[in-house]
């Protein structure tokens, strides 16, 4: 067996091959000195990594924890409010006489307590008012997370998806080096022009600028990586080389049901009206009473108090007229609830737009991945018949080029169909507002 019947075996071994295999190990050219860690994760530690780290989930859950301190702060008001307030006095008529009269000090101390009782419905509203702006704080936070996750999951898959591209990249260079080494041999053997050397060359030259392309493409997928988890650039991270089969989906109707119960933006916007509800009835209690109990007693050691007593009483403000003031912002308010109102319903309006897009996509990129597959085995078996037809010298080089070319275009189409069919139920779960939590993800409020 000549060598020239050794390359075109191994040409036909080739494009059998498995389509897209594991691919080459691409972090391990990073420096030494970079954040390493060593064991291969899967999509579920990814974003156990992202919960933890990112800084934006981070500030969104501080923003809750201030945000129920307000309430507190709030319903303090209608809790006993008690003061101390105490005092000296020094008598300057009766300093450096050295004569007869009073004492020249003296101390007085005195404790009271005031209640609200009645202000109303003004309190109760205000804490209406502070808690659905928790809530809706709460609700950006949970936001933030899904974000938080979906770029998680978008990122995990793009690193899947360019070594699987860097892999088609790396067989189609062996397939145009081998291309190359054949067209020598038949040359060699005066069977084939100059010009299929050139064009095997040229072809050879195209696949490693390609190949140089997908390497970086790897790189940036893992700093794309890195930032959407929230650790350090330099940090050196290995994944588990497997890409889970595409979950199947519910009805459009199921979907859009789920997004318009739990999408944290509808969530937010809801909790936003209930606010401006409670902010019409603070607004109306501007002209209405408000009644306080009132507890205090006092002392004095100049003359000195024998029995301090208490003192009790009912305290009532009636404000009678502002002005207008008041009405006028009963109108504001009520303007602001209504304003309020057509936010929910147009979020709503475009929750739904959001819901169907993505289950469109989904339903494409799964008719790709079924398209993409096809066009592979089609490529690999128009790549074996080019080559064996110019192995018997009747079919010209251009042909086994270009059928090589498009081989490898279609293991790159097959790789973009499955991270595509993968993403794009990402973004559907993100329009509808679910939870995506993979084994090894964990979220604590």
Request: proline share 5%.
């Amino acid at each position: 067996m000549n060598e020239f019947t050794k390359l075109i075996l191994l040409l036909v071994a080739l494009s059998a091959g498995p389509a897209l295999a594991s691919a080459p190990a691409t972090g391990a050219s990073a420096p030494a000195s970079e954040t390493e860690r060593s064991a291969p994760l899967a999509l579920g530690q990814c974003i156990a990594l992202a919960l933890e780290h990112h800084p934006a989930l981070r500030g969104a859950t501080y923003d809750v924890e201030g945000a129920r301190a307000g309430v507190g702060m709030v319903r303090a008001a209608g809790l006993p409010q008690v003061g101390v307030t105490g005092g000296y006095i020094q008598n300057g008529d009766t300093v450096g006489t050295g004569g007869g009269g009073s004492s020249p000090q003296g101390y007085s101390a005195a404790l009271s307590v005031r209640q609200l009782l009645f202000d109303s419905g003004r309190t109760s509203a205000l804490i209406r008012q502070a808690e659905s702006g928790a809530s809706a704080t709460l609700a950006t936070r949970d936001q933030v997370e899904q974000v938080v996750v979906f770029g998680a999951r978008q990122a995990y898959f793009g690193v899947l998806s360019a070594e699987q591209v860097l892999l088609a990249r790396a067989q189609g260079q062996e397939l145009s080096a081998l291309n190359l080494r054949v067209a020598q041999a038949r040359y060699q053997e005066g069977v084939a022009p100059k010009a299929d050397v050139t064009k095997a060359e040229v072809e050879l030259a195209n696949a490693q600028l390609d190949l140089i392309r997908a390497e970086n493409g790897v790189g940036l997928a893992y700093a794309t990586l890195n930032n959407a988890l929230g650790l350090p650039p330099a940090t050196r991270l290995t994944l588990i080389q497997e890409m889970p089969t595409p979950a199947a989906r519910p009805g459009l109707e199921t979907l859009l049901a789920a997004a318009y119960q739990d999408r944290p933006e509808l969530t937010r916007t809801r909790a936003t009206v209930e606010a401006a509800h409670a902010a019409i009835t603070v607004a109306g209690s501007g002209t209405k009473p408000a009644l306080f109990a009132v507890v205090g007693t006092d002392w004095a050691s100049n003359p000195p108090t024998t029995d301090p007593g208490w003192t009790t009483g009912l305290a009532l403000s009636f404000p009678l007229w502002d002005g207008g003031g008041t009405a006028a912002r009963v109108r504001q308010t009520r303007f602001e609830m209504e304003s309020a109102q057509a936010d929910y319903d147009s979020a709503k309006q475009q929750v739904g737009l959001e819901v169907q897009q993505a289950y469109l996509n989904v339903s494409e990129a799964d008719q790709r991945i079924t398209a993409a597959e096809k066009l592979v085995a089609q490529a690999e078996e128009n790549y074996r018949i080019a080559q064996g037809r110019y192995a018997g010298g009747v079919g010209p080089m251009i042909d086994v080029v270009d059928a090589e070319t498009a081989l490898t275009a279609a293991r790159t189409a097959f790789a973009q169909a499955r991270y595509d069919a993968q993403v794009t139920r990402a973004q559907l779960d993100l329009a509808v507002g679910s939870r995506f939590r993979p084994a090894g993800a964990t979220s604590e409020k």
